[in-house]
C-alpha cells in the first residue's frame, strides 16, 4: 500500500515538474487585430487609430501580459473597410520578447493607409479574419478584435458572417469607436461580439483610442495569464 502511495506521489510530482515546461512550448493565443479605416475615419483619425495601436503595443503593462503568461502569443493586424478592402499589416507573429513588439510598433508608425473611401463592411471584414485564423500558428485560443466607429453598410451582416465562416472556438471582442452617443456600443454588444467571454471596450472617440485599445489588450491577455489549469485542456 505505501509503495503504490509512492508511486502515485512520484508520479504526480514528475507531472508538475514538466508541465510547465510544456505550457511555455505552446501558443497560449493567437491574437487578430482588425482597424476599420472605412470613409467615416479621415485622415487624422487614421493616424490616431495605428499610433494609438502602436503605444499600446509598448505599454510596460501590455508588454509584460504578452511575454509573462503560460506560453507565447501569435499576432496579426489587418485594416477593413469595403466588401474586398482588407489589408494585412503584420503577418503571423510570435511574440517572444519585447523587441518583436517594437519592430511591430514600428511597422504601424510608418504605414500607410490602404484604403480610405470605402464604405463599412463588417460581415465581410469578420468572414476575412476566420479565414485568417487557418493560416495562424496552433494556438490553445483564438481572439479577433474588431475596431470601428460605424455599423455595417455595406455588403452581408455579421449574423451573416457567424453563420456561414467557421467561427467556433474563436472568440470576437469589439472596441467601439462612439461620438455623440453610445449607440455604437451598443450595436456591437448586440451584433459583433461572439463567443465564450466576450466584451465590447469603448472609446469616447479617436483620441481615447489608445487608452482603450491598452486597456483591451491587457484585459484580454491576462484572462489568459490568470485563468486555472482547467482553462488549458489541451496544455499537458
Known amino acids: 500500500m505505501h509503495r503504490c502511495l509512492g508511486a502515485a506521489a512520484l508520479a504526480s510530482s514528475v507531472l508538475l515538474s514538466t508541465a510547465p515546461a510544456n ?8 491574437l487578430q487585430l482588425g482597424m476599420d479605416v472605412s ?3 479621415d485622415v487624422a483619425e487614421y493616424r490616431l487609430q495605428v499610433e494609438g495601436l502602436a503605444s499600446a503595443l509598448l505599454d510596460p503593462t501590455v508588454i509584460e501580459a504578452f511575454l509573462n503568461g503560460p506560453g507565447p502569443v501569435a499576432l496579426s493586424i489587418f485594416e477593413w473597410s469595403g466588401r474586398f478592402q482588407q489589408d494585412v499589416l503584420v503577418d503571423w507573429t510570435m511574440i517572444t520578447s519585447e523587441a518583436e513588439l517594437l519592430d511591430i510598433a514600428e511597422r504601424l508608425n510608418g504605414s500607410e493607409r490602404g484604403s480610405e473611401d ?5 460581415g465581410y471584414a469578420l468572414g476575412f479574419a476566420a479565414t485568417r485564423f487557418r ?17 455595417n453598410n455595406d455588403g452581408f451582416p455579421p449574423a451573416a458572417a457567424f453563420e456561414h465562416f467557421a467561427f467556433d472556438g474563436i472568440t470576437v471582442n469589439g472596441l467601439a469607436i462612439g461620438g455623440a452617443s453610445r449607440e455604437i ?4 454588444a448586440a451584433e459583433v461580439i461572439h463567443g465564450p467571454g466576450a466584451f465590447v471596450e469603448y472609446a469616447l472617440n479617436h483620441r481615447d483610442f489608445a487608452e482603450t485599445m491598452r486597456r483591451k489588450l491587457e484585459r484580454e491577455l491576462r484572462s489568459m495569464i490568470l485563468g486555472d489549469a482547467g482553462t488549458y485542456p489541451n496544455v499537458f
Open 23 to 30: 505550457a511555455q512550448e505552446q501558443c497560449r493565443l493567437a
Open 39 to 41: 470613409a467615416s475615419v
Open 118 to 122: 470605402f464604405p463599412t463592411a463588417l
Open 135 to 151: 493560416e495562424a500558428p496552433a494556438c490553445l485560443f483564438q481572439t479577433l478584435d474588431i475596431s470601428g466607429d460605424g455599423q
Open 185 to 188: 456600443e451598443d450595436y456591437y
